[in-house]
């Protein structure tokens, strides 16, 4: 059975990073696109950025140019590296893999950007 561990959440000032993790464990295809999606308070899920297998990139418009999504070379683990952060980034953060029929999410890990 795969599993989902986020980290890295937290409180940051604007302008301030964090970064993301979210590691898979288990018996993991081969092929696979995990990414990250957000829900604020009162709004729906939306995606952040995702990443497939073969390391092609998709990324929302809201965070272009300040977030990115990286993996590391074992396709375990992905991260998402945030930059010059705003007040509304803040929301629920959740990782989530998809690999064949499987479509499983992670706990979800809050960030909070504040003064």
């Known amino acids: 059975q795969v599993q989902l ?3 890295g959440g937290g409180l940051v000032q604007p302008g301030g990073s964090l970064r993301l993790s979210c590691a898979a464990s288990g ?4 092929v696979w696109t ?20 073969d390391g092609s990139t998709n990324y929302a418009d809201s965070v272009k140019g ?9 396709r375990i683990t992905v991260y998402l590296q945030m930059n010059s952060l705003k007040p509304e980034d803040t929301a629920v953060y959740y990782c989530n893999r998809r690999a064949g029929a499987m479509d499983l999410w992670g706990k979800g890990t809050l960030v909070t950007v504040s003064s």
């Open 66 to 74: 300040r977030f990115t999504i990286s993996r590391d070379n074992a």
């Open 27 to 30: 018996r993991l295809n081969s």
């Open 34 to 53: 995990m990414g990250w999606y957000r829900q604020a308070v009162g709004k729906q899920r939306e995606l952040v950025a995702t990443i497939r297998s």
């Open 5 to 7: 561990a986020e980290s």
